[in-house]
C-alpha cells in the first residue's frame, strides 16, 4: 500500500519490522525475524551508528539544477562537503567536463531559533535560493531540531510554493525518529513521488495522435526503468545498461543524477527494475499502485548467480528467456575463464563484511562462490528483502555468523580480534576499524570501481587478489595507531550488549 497520502514515510521499524540489533547465528537471525522476535532487540551500549540524513543527503544532492537546503543546526548539513566531492568525482568518471558538484545551503537553526521556531529562517532561506540559483527544484530537508520543535516543514512549503520558480520538496530526515538509516529511502522516494510525479500524471498520459501513439507504444513496450543507488558507480550503471541492451531494452536510469523534470518518465516504462531490494521497494511499490508500472524487486546482481537471476527474471518478463540464456553462457564462459588463475589464490581466504543489508549478504554469497570463508556478516539491518541472499548462505554454511548493527566498531573489533580474516569489505566508516585492526580492507562500493553484473564480478576478484598480495600497510599501521578499547574487551563476548525483547521500547 502506498503512504503517499500522508505527510510523512513511516519508518522501517513500523513498516517493515526492521531490526538493527542482533548477534548469533545466520539462522537464528532468519527463524527469529520471521518469528517476530526481533522487534524490540536494543543495545545496551551504542557506538557510531549512521543517522538517517547521510543516505538522504546522498541521494539529494545528486539531484541536477537542485538547491538543497538543509533546516537545522549547521552540523547537519556537515555531509555536503564529502558529498559534494563525491558528486564531482562521479560526474567526471561518468564523463563530465564541467562538473558541477551539489548545491546546498544551512537554515543554521541557533539556541534563539529553538525558542521562537525555525519557520522564518526557513522560508528566507527558500526565497533566497530561488533568487539566486534558479533551480528547477528546492529541496528542503529537515533535521532533528525542527523535528523536535515542531516546525510545520509542509506549511511553510505550501505558503512560500506560489512565490518561487522552482518546486519544493519537503524531506522528513529526522534522525532521532528512526533508528534504521535506510528509512532515508523511503524519505526521499516520498518527498519525490509527492512533488515531482503526482503532479505529472496527466502530461505523461497526453499523447498527440494515433500513429505517434502507436510508435510510443511500441517504444515504450521495451523501456525499463532502471533504479540506480547513490552508492552505485558509473561502472555499475555501465555494466548494467549493458546487459539489458543485450535483451533490446531501452534503459532510464532514476532517481539518483536524474533531472526533476525527467523524472515523470519513469511512469511511462513497461517495467521498473531494482538494483537493490532494500533501496527501492518503497517507491516501486508505488509506481505500480498508482501509474501500473509493474516491478522486479529480488536480487542484487552481485557475482555470477545473483546476476543471473537477476538478468532471468528480467528476460521472462519479456519472453526472451532464449536470448537471456545466450548472454548468460556468453559471459560466464568468458568470466569462468578469467577467474582461473584468481580462484587459486583466494581459495580458503577468510572474509569478513559489513554494508547495507543486501548489499553485505550478496556480495558474502559471491565471495562463497569463489571459495573464500565467510567468517561473519554484518548487515546495517535485516529484514525480509535481506532473506533471499541470507538462504544461499546458510545453504552454503548453516553456522555462518551474523551481527546486525549500523556501524558500532566496538563489536567489530571483537569479532576480527576472535576470528582473524584476512580481509573486511566494507564501507569506509567499518573499513578503517578493521585496518586500524591490521586487517587487509576492500570498499564494496564507490570509487571507479564496479560492483555489480558479470564485471563487478571480475573486478572483485582481482581487486581481493590485489589487496591479499601485500598487507604491510594496515600491518604497520596497527603498530603505530592505538584503539580505544581494554584488552579485556577482546576477551568479552561481542554481543554482550545486545538485548533481545527490551522492555524500554
Ligand atoms: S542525528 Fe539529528 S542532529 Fe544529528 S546529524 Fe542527524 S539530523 Fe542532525
Known amino acids: 500500500m502506498s503512504y503517499l497520502d500522508q505527510k510523512v514515510a513511516p519508518k522501517r521499524e513500523e513498516r517493515l519490522g526492521t531490526c538493527v540489533d542482533f ?11 520471521n518469528g517476530g522476535c526481533l522487534r524490540n532487540n536494543d543495545r545496551g551500549f551504542c557506538q557510531g551508528s549512521i543517522c538517517q540524513l547521510l543516505p538522504g543527503l546522498s541521494m539529494l544532492n545528486t539531484i541536477p539544477d537542485s538547491v538543497v537546503i538543509v533546516h537545522g543546526s549547521l552540523g547537519c548539513g556537515g555531509a555536503g562537503h564529502s558529498q559534494s566531492a563525491a558528486v564531482r ?29 525555525g519557520e522564518a529562517k526557513l522560508a528566507e532561506a527558500i526565497i533566497e535560493a530561488d533568487r539566486r540559483y534558479r533551480p528547477e527544484s528546492i529541496i528542503v530537508v529537515s533535521s532533528c531540531v525542527p523535528g523536535i520543535i515542531g516546525d510545520d516543514l509542509d506549511g511553510v512549503v505550501a505558503r512560500i510554493q506560489p512565490q518561487v520558480n522552482g518546486v519544493i520538496l519537503p524531506v522528513h530526515c529526522e534522525g532521532f525518529k528512526t533508528k534504521v538509516m535506510a528509512t532515508a529511502y523511503d524519505a526521499v522516494y516520498h518527498a519525490i513521488s509527492r512533488r515531482l510525479l503526482e503532479k505529472e500524471e496527466e502530461e505523461v498520459r ?9 510508435a510510443e ?23 548494467l545498461t549493458r546487459l539489458l541492451n543485450a535483451l533490446g531494452l531501452e534503459v532510464k536510469i532514476f532517481p539518483c543524477f536524474t533531472h526533476p523534470d525527467d523524472v515523470k518518465y519513469a511512469a511511462e516504462a513497461a517495467l521498473s527494475i531494482s538494483t537493490c531490494p532494500t533501496h527501492d521497494d518503497y517507491f516501486l511499490k508505488y509506481l505500480q499502485e498508482k501509474f501500473g508500472v509493474p516491478y522486479l524487486l529480488r536480487y542484487m546482481p552481485i557475482g555470477i548467480k545473483n546476476t543471473n537471476s537477476w538478468l532471468r527474471e528480467v528476460a521472462k518478463f519479456f519472453h526472451l528467456e532464449k536470448v537471456a540464456k545466450r548472454i548468460i553462457e556468453r559471459e560466464t564462459d568468458e568470466l569462468e575463464l578469467a577467474l582461473q588463475p584468481l580462484r587459486q589464490t583466494l581459495k580458503g581466504k577468510k572474509a569478513m563484511l559489513s554494508a547495507g543489508e543486501v ?6 554469497g559471491w565471495l562463497q562462490e569463489l571459495g573464500l570463508e565467510i567468517i561473519a556478516v554484518r548487515p546495517y539491518h535485516y529484514d525480509e528483502f535481506g532473506e533471499p541472499a541470507l538462504d544461499k548462505l546458510i545453504e552454503h554454511d548453516p553456522g555462518l555468523q551474523a551481527n546486525v ?4 566498531p566496538f563489536e567489530t573489533v571483537n569479532i576480527i580480534e576472535k576470528n582473524k580474516p584476512d580481509i573486511y569489505l566494507g564501507h569506509n566508516s567499518d573499513n578503517i576499524w578493521a585496518a586500524k585492526s591490521g586487517i ?22 582481482r581487486n581481493i587478489n590485489r589487496v591479499l598480495k601485500n598487507p604491510s600497510f594496515n600491518q604497520n599501521l596497527m603498530k603505530n595507531v592505538r584503539q580505544p578499547y581494554f584488552k579485556s574487551w577482546y576477551t568479552d ?13
Open 405 to 408: 548493527g549500523t556501524v558500532q
Open 359 to 364: 548489499r553485505t549478504l550478496a556480495t558474502a
Open 89 to 117: 568525482g562521479r560526474q567526471i568518471l561518468a564523463g563530465s567536463t564541467n562538473p558541477r558538484g551539489t548545491l546546498w545551503l544551512s537554515t543554521n537553526l541557533n539556541e534563539m531559533d529553538v525558542v521562537t521556531g
Open 440 to 461: 587487509p580492507v576492500l570498499p564494496v562500493y564507490g570509487g571507479p570501481n564496479t560492483y555489480v553484473g558479470y564485471a563487478g564480478a571480475f573486478d572483485f576478484a
Open 493 to 505: 563476548q561481542p554481543y554482550k550488549y545486545i538485548v533481545q525483547g527490551s522492555e524500554d521500547l
Open 206 to 214: 497526453l499523447i498527440p495522435d494515433e500513429l505517434e501513439e502507436a
Open 23 to 33: 548477534g548469533g547465528s545466520a539462522c537464528d537471525l532468519k527463524k527469529s525475524f
Open 217 to 239: 507504444k511500441i517504444r515504450r513496450s521495451r523501456q525499463v526503468n532502471l533504479m540506480n543507488v547513490s552508492s552505485g558507480t558509473p561502472g555499475d550503471e555501465k555494466e
